[in-house]
């Protein structure tokens, strides 16, 4: 089953019909909202809101781990996630969207792995994820391509279909938030081969992968990152624009629910082979 994780401006998903809603409590605490299970077209798929439904969970302090859990609980094998960002690269105009396909991490305090060795929590469960935290491995993924080339191709062609001004890759640098960026750190975060940069990315995509889901992110440039932009950020232009694009983007959604094959051709399901010590 496809999850699908709303960013800013994106809480709730229409034309789905519901079947139900859970609000599990995971090992990791409690997620940011209740799942949502619906359908679209006899597929199913699990919605959650990364900031909760009346958007009270800062960037930071998002529960990442027990997000990504819950879904998992509930069936998820791959994940969509919807994110607003700042646009780093010149050629990256407001309202564009970009299938990020690689990341760089600047955040410092967040919970970023399952695996801690002795320290890891127990859980329930029989298969792979289960025994390495229940038998206490220490384990190091591989991200070298940290986001699922399967879903990001298909992606690239509903946009396409849809005639939807896009970039098919970019680099995402998470920064640790909440306060945007200085005109110094855009400068660096650029000269280091960022295009696009939000608060929320890291390390949503890396805990997906331990958990060996797929998982692909499609970032919406809500504004010109801090110094590119020629006046002071403010969260209401990044929500005024993301509602800008709703109806959009909740159209990709639909897509891509109705047109992922059931069938993973990526390997992202194999990324725990050979990965504990
Ligand atoms: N910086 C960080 N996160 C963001 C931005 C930004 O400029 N815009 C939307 N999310």
Partial sequence: MLGVIGGSGLYELEGIKVLREVYPETPFGMPSSPVVLGEVE?????????????????PHLVPYRANLWALREVGVK?????????????????????????????????????????????????DEVARLLRE????????????????????????????????????????????????AEISMLEKLGADVVGMTGYPEVVLARELTMCYASLCVVANPAAGISQ?????????????????????????????????????????????EV
């Fill in 78 to 126: 791959r994940v969509f996630a919807i994110s607003a960002v700042g646009g780093i690269n010149k050629l990256f105009q407001a309202g564009d969207f970009v299938i990020v396909d690689n990341f760089l991490d600047f955040t410092k305090r967040r919970d970023s792995t399952y695996y801690e060795g002795k320290f890891s929590v127990e859980v329930e469960g029989d």
């Fill in 136 to 183: 206490k491995k220490v384990v190091h993924i591989d991200v070298t391509e940290p986001y699922c080339p399967q879903i990001r191709t298909l992606l690239m062609k509903i946009l396409e279909d849809g005639r939807i001004r896009h970039h098919p890759a970019g680099t995402y640098a998470c920064t640790e938030g909440p306060r945007f960026e200085t005109s």
């Fill in 42 to 58: 006899g597929k199913r798929v699990a919605f959650l809101a990364r900031h909760g439904r009346d958007h009270s969970y800062p």
């Fill in 231 to 275: 006046h002071r950020l403010t969260s209401d232009e990044v929500i005024e624009l993301m509602s800008e694009k709703e109806k959009v983007l909740k159209g990709v959604v639909r897509e891509l629910i109705v047109r992922l094959s059931e069938e993973r051709t990526c390997g992202c399901e194999n990324i725990l082979e050979g990965a």
